[in-house]
């Protein structure tokens, strides 16, 4: 090209001589930055949607999918089987959408799946394992934050918007996707009775997700928030999404035990008694306990996977601590090596740590919160000593770093 009086990158602007290389081109330059930005963003760029492909899907069999929640998830095999096999033939129902269309008369239904359990026993955790098992677009949202539309709060549609952006915007790819809708007990409605008036956080969230868990076209918002009539949307089919609901459903055993011993009449009710595990009644759990705890029988309807996660005892603790793969414990040996210091422990403090979580009642989220009190000082200062090489975690260090602790002593008072 012809030479100029003054080169300069045709992008960011610098001459020639302020920067190190400047490339000439038909009608401009560019420099060297300029280059590697480019380069960047072009790696970085979302695939297109045109490019999804749902063979792509890595699908196991159900066998397969529960060794695979094994090596992250501890115990709770009940609540995998359940998973595994809906999962399983969900994805099969997807793959096989063809068939269908030529001339099969046999659809299969999409099976959503309720998770019900006390906090901290791995509802959360077992959705996530399953879409990074089938590399799926994943995406949790909170039902507490939800409102009937026109009411101030988040609509329903919200959930997709977050899938949308966990599929850097691939339509194709988050109708693929799978949607965990935590805390959904907390939408249930204040009375087993069909509200008169409006219940705006209850019942009328219920009635709002109908569509999306059945399956029907949505416009989504693409940036979340309220509809208004200019806003550009973006057209979403919920008819191959999986739904994975998970609740506390604080108080329903007690309906369970109720249900129970309402069945139990006559000659054979000290036998019946007998078969009943009163300290587990979430093993018991059926549809109409979640109907008298305030689910409208048309979501019950559509999430048909109903399964139940088992307490934690102090063993399934011990064992979520150091065993599986992604384990707190190993979490912090990679942190502490990173910084090329071997960071150990005494068997006696995975004990003792079990033993405080179980005291404060807060599930597997309560082992990291002990072990950070535990560690933080730790964290603190050894990156800084260029002489620490190793780092041994005795009880005795453990027991003091924790009756230091503020945010243990409010654990406590709570």
Not at 76 to 103: C, M, P, T
Request: with cysteine; net charge neutral.
């Amino acid at each position: 090209m012809k030479k100029n009086s003054i080169d300069k990158c045709s992008f960011c602007g610098l001459s020639k001589n302020e920067v190190e290389l400047l490339i000439g081109g038909v009608d401009g330059f560019i420099c060297e930055s300029c280059v590697d930005q480019a380069h960047e963003i072009v790696h970085k760029q979302p695939e297109s949607t045109a490019n999804f492909d749902v063979n792509k899907i890595k699908l196991l069999r159900p066998i397969e999918i529960k060794k695979f929640l094994d090596k992250y998830v501890i115990g709770q095999d009940d609540a995998k089987k359940v998973l595994s096999v809906a999962v399983y033939n969900h994805y099969k129902r997807i793959l096989q959408e063809k068939e269908f269309s030529n001339g099969d008369e046999v659809e299969i239904e999409k099976s959503n799946i309720i998770l019900v359990g006390e906090t901290g026993t791995g509802k959360t955790l077992l959705a996530r394992t399953i879409a990074k098992m089938l590399n799926v677009p994943f995406t949790i949202v909170d039902a507490t934050v939800l409102t009937e539309a026109g009411y101030v709060g988040e609509d329903v549609e919200s959930l997709l918007t977050r899938l949308l952006q966990a599929a850097n915007y691939d339509v194709k790819a988050a109708e693929r996707g799978i949607v965990f809708i935590d805390e959904i007990d907390k939408i249930a409605r204040k009375s087993d009775n069909p509200s008169i008036t409006r219940d705006v956080s209850g019942e009328g969230v219920q009635q709002g997700l109908l569509k999306l868990l059945e399956g029907s076209k949505v416009n989504v918002p693409p940036q979340g928030g309220r509809k208004h009539p200019d806003q550009k949307m973006i057209e979403v089919d919920t008819k191959n999404i999986l739904f994975i609901a998970g609740g506390a459903f604080d108080g329903i055993d007690k309906k369970i035990a109720r249900r129970l011993n309402t069945k139990v009449v006559g000659y054979a009710a000290s036998k019946s008694l007998e078969k009943i595990d009163t300290s587990n009644f979430l093993q018991y759990i059926a549809p109409q306990d979640l109907k008298s705890f305030g689910l409208i029988p048309e979501i019950i309807g559509r999430l048909p996977g109903l399964t139940y996660l088992n307490p934690l005892d102090k063993q399934a603790l011990r064992n979520i601590l150091t065993e599986p793969v992604n384990s707190i414990i190993k979490q912090y040996k990679k942190l502490f090596n990173m910084d090329k210091i071997e960071l150990t422990f005494d068997e006696d403090v995975y004990d003792y740590i079990v033993e405080k979580t179980m005291e404060y009642k807060i599930g597997a989220r309560g082992l990291r919160a002990i072990c950070e009190e535990v560690m933080l000082d730790a964290m603190y200062n050894l990156p800084s000593d260029k002489t620490a090489k190793e780092f041994r975690v005795t009880l005795e260090y453990a027991k003091e770093k924790l009756e230091l602790s503020t945010k243990i002593t409010r654990l406590r008072v709570a």
